[in-house]
């Protein structure tokens, strides 16, 4: 793994979704990781996402750490 990609997500599914598309788009596999941090969204974000990008870790908060 040569980059670590750290995406903040609050309420912003959509958003985050086009991000890591772009990200998977644009970059050679196996040269990077995503990991996406949930700010207790609460908003499904989690199935969805991790449904379309199964390889993105995801690490859930139980708070809103801002």
């Known amino acids: 793994m040569e980059v670590s990609i750290i995406i903040i997500n609050y ?3 959509a958003l985050v ?3 890591i598309g772009s990200i998977v ?3 050679t ?3 990077y990781e995503i ?5 207790d969204s609460r908003d499904g ?8 990008f199964p390889d ?3 690490l859930q908060m139980d708070y ?3």
């Open 29 to 31: 596999p196996g040269t």
């Open 17 to 19: 979704a086009d991000c």
């Open 64 to 66: 809103n750490a801002g």
């Open 45 to 52: 974000a989690q199935d969805i996402l991790l449904a379309q």
């Open 25 to 27: 788009q644009q970059t």
């Open 11 to 13: 309420k912003s599914c």
């Open 35 to 39: 990991i996406v941090v949930d700010n």
């Open 56 to 58: 993105v870790r995801w």
